[in-house]
């Protein structure tokens, strides 16, 4: 009997060590999920990080580093297992005036900085920022990005030779039908395999991922990038790099919200906002150029490959310096054809159909419609996740001003004897409110005694404090007196501290 206790004891550690223990070590199901999730994002990444360096202005070896470091990095650091971070558009669209201005080694430069700004606005907790952020921006977040990624593979379909057309086709519709025989192997690895063994044993000559850039032919090398330390180098690279460190987190913090909901799990936002800082230090001391949160191949891994831990980001970038190096002739040869079928088939598993319903339509307020709207418009007009998420939100919020300040209403009761009259305010007292409520009161027919009862209301800034404090002068000037009752406690020490004391009432 004495041994039960020691045996407990010693099973404790065990059980610890079996909950702590990652799905994927214990599952074969998950492990393999995990590996063919990895696979196929890395093969998808891979035109995606030269195109982005195109755009950047940098070499293609540079976002393929910068897609290695951020995804094995994140992988580790990050806050949301499965979500992938790598080189993006929106970062190079960022950085590359910096990169054409004044060459790689400023730019490397801003991304480490950016990461160090990432690191200190996490640590600062603007991840509690995205509360803010309404549901109905967050649909416009979603489908303007499944518009986005639709209209860049579009431009892979024009001035294309026509057997391109077809493989399309036959690869939308591959990824279609085989989850039908089988889930075991995803659909897209099957349909990039397909369509890549067809064109290269039949001939066919269509755009490759070769044709994009060349392909790295060994691992980065660290170093400190090739810039003064100076006062100016700080100031040129500043703007930049918090610039970048914004439309960064932004990104990421949204994609990670996205996921949450898809997966029906939480996230630490906080420790994610950190990560990606963490992410981007690494990945500039390896020369490369910066990231965030890829929406488009974290789509492909957690909603398209089913993807749910860290092992599938960290195999996403280690798999892509391996078929960068390892199998790079053969990587060239996978037709663009096979990875724009699979971003359209993204692109259509991201939007969200249901919102433009005619039936949620007719029961969606006009001013959650107008938002989504406006969140849409912004980001493909301008290309801009951060800009089209920034007017959503500014949106939303002036609409919902509007739609509180309504709702203060002021009711006046006479005592029978005529020397009281009780002043009812009910609602939300903020600046765009209680602007209108000194005209809801009859200064001059009013009796001597005036009370006014905010028991149903609540007093939110200074705007509604000076309000009350001319209500009150108005009535002193004709000799009347004013009480004021009801005030709930934040109200009232909002109202005792401010009362008197500001100008103009």
Same mark, same amino acid.
């Given at each position: 009997?004495?041994?039960?206790?020691?045996?407990?004891?010693?099973?404790?550690?065990?059980?610890?060590?079996?909950?702590?223990?990652?799905?994927?070590?214990?599952?074969?199901?998950?492990?393999?999920?995990?590996?063919?999730?990895?696979?196929? +994002?890395?093969?998808?990444?891979?035109?995606?990080?030269?195109?982005?360096?195109?755009?950047?202005?940098?070499?293609?070896?540079?976002?393929?580093?910068?897609?290695?470091?951020?995804?094995?990095?994140?992988?580790?650091?990050?806050?949301?297992?499965?979500?992938?971070?790598?080189?993006?558009?929106?970062?190079?669209?960022?950085?590359?005036?910096?990169?054409?201005?004044?060459?790689?080694?400023?730019?490397?430069?801003?991304?480490?900085?950016?990461? +160090?700004?990432?690191?200190?606005?996490?640590?600062?907790?603007?991840?509690?920022?995205?509360?803010?952020?309404?549901?109905?921006?967050?649909?416009?977040?979603?489908?303007?990005?499944?518009?986005?990624?639709?209209?860049?593979?579009?431009?892979?379909?024009?001035?294309?030779?026509?057997?391109?057309?077809?493989?399309?086709?036959?690869?939308?519709?591959?990824?279609?039908?085989?989850?039908?025989?089988?889930?075991?192997?995803?659909?897209?690895?099957?349909?990039?395999?397909?369509?890549?063994? +067809?064109?290269?044993?039949?001939?066919?000559?269509?755009?490759?991922?070769?044709?994009?850039?060349?392909?790295?032919?060994?691992?980065?090398?660290?170093?400190?990038?090739?810039?003064?330390?100076?006062?100016?180098?700080?100031?040129?690279?500043?703007?930049?790099?918090?610039?970048?460190?914004?439309?960064?987190?932004?990104?990421?913090?949204?994609?990670?919200?996205?996921?949450?909901?898809?997966?029906?799990?939480?996230?630490?936002?906080?420790?994610?906002?950190?990560?990606?800082?963490?992410?981007?230090?690494?990945?500039?001391?390896?020369?490369?150029?910066?990231?965030?949160?890829?929406?488009?191949?974290?789509?492909?891994?957690?909603?398209?490959?089913?993807?749910?831990?860290?092992?599938?980001?960290?195999?996403?970038?280690?798999?892509?310096?391996?078929?960068?190096?390892?199998?790079?002739?053969?990587?060239?040869?996978?037709?663009?054809?096979?990875?724009?079928?699979?971003?359209?088939?993204?692109?259509?598993?991201?939007?969200?159909?249901?919102?433009?319903?005619?039936?949620?339509?007719?029961?969606?307020?006009?001013?959650?419609?107008?938002?989504?709207?406006?969140? +849409?418009?912004?980001?493909?007009?301008?290309?801009?996740?951060?800009?089209?998420?920034?007017?959503?939100?500014?949106?939303?919020?002036?609409?919902?001003?509007?739609?509180?300040?309504?709702?203060?209403?002021?009711?006046?009761?006479?005592?029978?004897?005529?020397?009281?009259?009780?002043?009812?305010?009910?609602?939300?007292?903020?600046?765009?409110?209680?602007?209108?409520?000194?005209?809801?009161?009859?200064?001059?027919?009013?009796?001597?005694?005036?009370?006014?009862?905010?028991?149903?209301?609540?007093?939110?800034?200074?705007?509604?404090?000076?309000?009350?404090?001319?209500?009150?002068?108005?009535?002193?000037?004709?000799?009347?007196?004013?009480?004021?009752?009801?005030?709930?406690?934040?109200?009232?020490?909002?109202?005792?501290?401010?009362?008197?004391?500001?100008?103009?009432?």
């Amino acid at each position: 009997m004495s041994s039960s206790p020691a045996r407990a004891s010693a099973a404790s550690p065990s059980a610890w060590a079996a909950r702590l223990r990652p799905d994927w070590l214990t599952d074969p199901k998950v492990w393999r999920t995990e590996v063919l999730a990895g696979l196929v +994002v890395a093969l998808a990444l891979i035109p995606e990080a030269i195109s982005f360096s195109i755009i950047a202005g940098v070499d293609p070896a540079i976002g393929l580093f910068a897609s290695f470091t951020m995804a094995v990095t994140i992988a580790i650091v990050g806050g949301r297992r499965a979500m992938i971070s790598a080189a993006t558009g929106a970062v190079a669209l960022v950085i590359a005036p910096l990169n054409r201005e004044h060459g790689l080694g400023y730019l490397v430069a801003a991304v480490i900085l950016a990461g +160090v700004f990432q690191v200190i606005l996490g640590a600062l907790g603007v991840a509690k920022l995205m509360r803010f952020i309404p549901r109905s921006v967050m649909v416009g977040f979603v489908n303007a990005l499944a518009v986005l990624i639709f209209m860049t593979q579009v431009s892979e379909l024009r001035n294309v030779p026509w057997a391109v057309y077809p493989l399309v086709a036959a690869g939308l519709l591959l990824m279609l039908f085989f989850p039908k025989i089988t889930g075991v192997i995803p659909a897209p690895l099957v349909s990039i395999a397909i369509l890549t063994a +067809v064109t290269v044993a039949a001939g066919i000559a269509v755009p490759t991922v070769g044709d994009k850039g060349a392909l790295p032919s060994s691992l980065p090398v660290p170093g400190l990038p090739d810039v003064p330390f100076t006062t100016d180098t700080l100031m040129t690279i500043a703007p930049y790099a918090f610039a970048m460190a914004l439309v960064g987190l932004m990104e990421s913090l949204m994609t990670a919200k996205l996921v949450d909901d898809i997966t029906d799990t939480r996230s630490d936002k906080t420790r994610e906002s950190i990560g990606q800082g963490i992410a981007n230090i690494v990945t500039g001391f390896f020369g490369g150029m910066g990231g965030c949160a890829m929406i488009g191949q974290t789509m492909i891994n957690v909603k398209v490959s089913g993807a749910r831990t860290r092992l599938s980001t960290f195999l996403a970038g280690a798999f892509l310096m391996v078929l960068c190096i390892v199998f790079g002739p053969v990587v060239s040869d996978i037709p663009m054809a096979a990875l724009v079928a699979v971003m359209v088939m993204v692109c259509f598993a991201t939007f969200d159909w249901h919102s433009i319903a005619p039936k949620t339509l007719k029961r969606m307020p006009v001013g959650e419609i107008a938002v989504m709207v406006i969140t +849409v418009v912004c980001v493909v007009a301008t290309h801009n996740l951060a800009v089209g998420v920034v007017a959503g939100s500014v949106t939303a919020m002036v609409i919902f001003a509007r739609r509180v300040a309504h709702h203060a209403e002021v009711t006046a009761v006479t005592d029978p004897d005529g020397t009281t009259v009780v002043y009812r305010v009910t609602g939300a007292l903020f600046f765009a409110s209680s602007n209108e409520l000194v005209g809801r009161f009859d200064y001059a027919s009013d009796p001597d005694r005036v009370v006014i009862d905010l028991s149903a209301a609540h007093v939110w800034d200074a705007s509604s404090v000076a309000v009350l404090d001319t209500i009150e002068t108005k009535y002193a000037q004709r000799g009347k007196t004013v009480e004021i009752t009801g005030l709930n406690d934040p109200s009232a020490n909002l109202h005792g501290r401010l009362s008197g004391e500001l100008a103009g009432h």
